[in-house]
């Protein structure tokens, strides 16, 4: 189904509020620093598990890609009843689950250290911070730590009391520091995350990964990061996991950090996911050796959960609205669902709260359709004809000639609520068809003959409904019932797509096709 999945960030909180994101640039107190290397091949290891830390939710976004609907049947009533009044229940809808305290778990220890590590012993170099220079060109000193002693002992200490003065500020230091096997040679690789801070929130770090090559440390990771502090918050947790997500063998590491915070205080949170790919670190976001690519999070946080049980972890990314949305029943929470396809981490699904206008319900149907969860779409297009407490978006709810700049403001829609509903019982029947229930669909049938006759709004979607009817009775062939379908809506744009386009509901409306009446492959 062509219902467009856009990213949302400055450009749609634009398109929604015509002010505009005005975000913060990142900080650059001077020029970036990154380096990356390249060394040994890695072997199989089984997965480590460590877990993470969110605290938050998010932002709108339009529904969603078309897959396939589950072949599962759904449970008919023996007479859906479709037109009765319908009063929900806390549980008619899934909400957005809360999202849960992470806790950083220790990684496991390799069985036994490289044995090209150097053996150390030394005393612990002094780590300075030089005027001018960033997080990043700490490597070197780094380095030499490393292979000076032997392994990361003592090092987050050190890097934490790191403090100097820029300014009329002082900045200050914050370090993660994990021993764990991220390049499967069965060595003690070490990851560092750190972090220059100002009270301001101006952050200024870089996240390194090092790993022990023919007797000595060598860097193998080594991303700058430029970033904000949320007010009255420490920096973000950085380390979120460092475990096997994609049941490779290969641990991934899961780090965050907000990477913008708008003169509202609303903000966005960055994830990187990277792998070893056997010669160096690859994003697991953009499937490319650039591991700044990041999945990004309007006002929330992200958890990672093994969704399907199939042993690859999914990672659930919960936005909220923000200040720059307040009060605008237009902008729903929402969560993304993002899952291994084979390459990267994919958007899978997205589910908002619930709606507050019926053409959002309707929307969300049509969204949990494409996924294949039939039976939440059974739920929200019952919704659609049932629940009088769904707004019209055409009541005047916005006023659109002060807020939005249109002039006049839009009259009321009468016929809104009939023609969604009309919508909605044809793809009921659309669903039961698709699902083998005859008897269902039949009845849906008689029911939309009674509600939506000649003349009344919405008896075009109960042609509709006869021509996919007839012509499946026919042919027994559910794609040629469709052709036949998609044809008809081709030929009656203005009965059939027309009463699905909000054009003044800005940031969500898809845009629908002929054949997304009809959605199979």
Known sequence: MRLELARIGCAVLALVMLTGCGGSPAPDRSGAVSATASPSAPAGLPPTQALPDPSAIPSP???????????????????????????????????????????????RTPAALA?????????????????????????????????????????????????????????????????????????????????????????????????????????VLSVPLSGWLRPGSAPDPGFRAVQDLNADGVLEIVYSYIGEIRPSGDFLRRFLILEWDGSGFSSLVSGEKDVTAAL????????????????????????????ELAGNLLARP??????????????????????????????????????????????????????????????????????????????????????????????????????????????????????????????????LAGVLRQAYQSSADLSEACRQAVDYAAAHPAEILDPLEFTLAPGSPPHYQPEDLCPLP
């Open 296 to 323: 990004e999070v309007d006002n929330g946080d992200g958890a990672l959960r093994d969704v399907d049980r199939n042993r690859s972890v999914e990672l659930l990314l919960n936005h909220t609205p923000g200040a």
């Open 61 to 107: 976004l339009p529904p969603t890609p078309t897959r396939r609907p589950s072949s599962t049947p759904i449970p008919s009533p023996t007479r859906l009843q479709l037109f009765k009044s319908f009063t929900p229940t806390s549980t008619d809808l899934p909400t957005l689950a809360p999202s849960p305290t992470w806790s950083i778990q220790a990684t």
């Open 334 to 463: 929402f969560s993304e669902t993002w899952s291994w396809n084979g390459r990267v981490f994919s958007l899978q699904r997205i589910e908002y709260a619930a709606p507050v206008y019926r053409f959002q319900a309707v929307y969300d149907a049509d969204a949990a359709f494409g996924y294949g969860d039939t039976a939440r779409a059974l739920q929200l297009y019952q919704k659609v004809i049932r629940d009088t407490r769904l707004l019209g978006w055409s009541r005047g709810r916005h006023p659109f000639d002060s807020f939005y700049g249109v002039t006049p403001t839009p009259a009321p829609e009468t016929d809104e609520t009939a023609l969604l509903s009309a919508y909605a019982a044809y793809r009921i029947l659309l669903l039961h068809t698709v699902q083998g229930q005859t008897d269902a669909a039949d009845q849906d049938y008689r029911e939309m003959a009674r509600e939506f006759p000649q003349g009344k709004p919405g008896n075009a979607y109960l042609k």
């Open 115 to 219: 044995a090209e590590c150097p053996r150390g012993g030394e005393p612990a170099p002094v780590l300075t911070v030089s005027q001018g220079e960033r997080a990043a060109d700490l490597e070197p000193q780094l380095l030499a730590f490393l292979n000076a002693v032997g392994s990361s002992a003592g090092m987050q200490g050190r890097l934490e009391a790191i403090s100097f003065p820029e300014g009329e500020t002082d900045w200050k230091a914050r370090a993660q520091v994990r021993a764990a096997d991220v390049t499967g040679d069965r060595g003690a690789d070490i990851l560092v995350s750190l972090y220059f801070y100002q009270p301001s929130g101006e952050l200024d770090g870089a996240l390194f990964g090092f790993t022990c090559q023919a007797g000595s440390y060598a860097s």
